[in-house]
């Protein structure tokens, strides 16, 4: 794996990833940075900066081959070895999460949600049990697990983080409004709130206010 | 408003919003540049250059005062104002930002779900009415509609995007797996998938990978 790449650049991979796989579907074989720039309404020289970061992955003059580079940057994400997926927390965000059918397509299975709610528990969402939480615990030792969606309500998040971090879970997508740092564990913090306040900020320079 | 404020500062305003709430609510009335750099795990230098793009807020060698900090940051992303939203797309993930009760607490106030689905129509999430499609329009046209939330599926987000922007929508926040860029329009494209990806990206480096 490539050292010391930004989150920036991090950030970016997966939007490479999906224009690439739209051009693919449209039947683009060949684009040039300068194309593709346009298309992501970014510079070619901030295209050519990024993939560089992973050896370049174009010759010179050629542009890239749509096909191939979408594919090499699925295998840098990680998306080739499918993924298994629990929802700690069955509320209506870890639902909808939950049936989010865009995930299944890139390889990222949902297995399991679990909740103390008893309203909740002993059903599904689509095919996915919904256990209670504890169970969760013997879950993960029994079954293969590598991502946690987190999204429990705040007063309980950091003590269900710390229960999935100890049962050996190394990655969390953390949706409960407070931000999650534990040592072995890398964690997205979503921050919903956060989203539509710059939202607002922009709304407000943008008219000028 | 300031102007050229990049789109860097714009995403840590909300988080620095938040941070100062959280130590308002424990009671500290004054904090330094270092210690809110060490709570929020960033530097204080980066944390006096973000001010500084609005004038800066602190006395040197007296830091910040919490409370009027805050209410600084609040005024500047626009929370003062507060903001009446509307949610295209009554699914899972509209339901479930409809329902999202942190959003009430900052001012955000969700009037309506508009939706296709004669199964949805007519109904409610919590207080909130589920209205047609069909009526979308004429809603705009007589209701305050600051934010549009789109949570269509892909095929229609383009189209309905369009529609509200005609109707003088002026926000989108855009949950679609498509990228929406209208002029006239602030758009937040918030791409799920790219959150997992990102995450993916970062379990696997950290498993040397």
């Given at each position: 794996?490539?050292?010391?790449?930004?989150?920036?650049?991090?950030?970016?991979?997966?939007?490479?990833?999906?224009?690439?796989?739209?051009?693919?579907?449209?039947?683009?074989?060949?684009?040039?940075?300068?194309?593709?720039?346009?298309?992501?309404?970014?510079?070619?020289?901030?295209?050519?900066?990024?993939?560089?970061?992973?050896?370049?992955?174009?010759?010179?003059?050629?542009?890239?081959?749509?096909?191939?580079?979408?594919?090499?940057?699925?295998?840098?994400?990680?998306?080739?070895?499918?993924?298994?997926?629990?929802?700690?927390?069955?509320?209506?965000?870890?639902?909808?999460?939950?049936?989010?059918?865009?995930?299944?397509?890139?390889?990222?299975?949902?297995?399991?949600?679990?909740?103390?709610?008893?309203?909740?528990?002993?059903?599904?969402?689509?095919?996915?049990?919904?256990?209670?939480?504890?169970?969760?615990?013997r879950f993960i030792q029994r079954n293969r697990v590598?991502?946690?969606?987190?999204?429990?309500?705040?007063?309980?998040?950091?003590?269900?983080?710390?229960?999935?971090?100890?049962?050996?879970?190394?990655?969390?997508?953390?949706?409960?409004?407070?931000?999650?740092?534990?040592?072995?564990?890398?964690?997205?913090?979503?921050?919903?709130?956060?989203?539509?306040?710059?939202?607002?900020?922009?709304?407000?320079?943008?008219?000028?206010?």
């Amino acid at each position: 794996m490539e050292k010391r790449v930004s989150e920036a650049v991090i950030r970016r991979l997966p939007r490479y990833y999906r224009y690439l796989k739209m051009l693919q579907g449209m039947g683009v074989e060949r684009i040039s940075s300068k194309s593709l720039g346009e298309i992501m309404e970014t510079t070619a020289s901030q295209i050519r900066q990024d993939f560089n970061c992973f050896g370049g992955f174009g010759q010179q003059g050629y542009g890239y081959h749509v096909g191939e580079l979408k594919n090499r940057i699925a295998e840098i994400i990680g998306l080739n070895k499918g993924y298994q997926i629990i929802v700690v927390g069955a509320g209506n965000i870890g639902q909808a999460l939950a049936g989010y059918r865009a995930f299944l397509q890139e390889g990222y299975e949902i297995t399991a949600l679990f909740d103390n709610d008893p309203h909740v528990v002993g059903g599904s969402v689509g095919d996915i049990p919904v256990l209670p939480m504890d169970d969760l615990e013997r879950f993960i030792q029994r079954n293969r697990v590598d991502i946690a969606i987190l999204t429990v309500p705040e007063q309980h998040a950091k003590a269900a983080a710390q229960l999935l971090c100890d049962a050996g879970i190394r990655a969390i997508w953390n949706f409960a409004p407070v931000d999650i740092t534990l040592e072995n564990l890398v964690c997205e913090n979503v921050q919903l709130t956060d989203g539509l306040m710059a939202l607002t900020y922009k709304l407000n320079a943008a008219n000028g206010q």
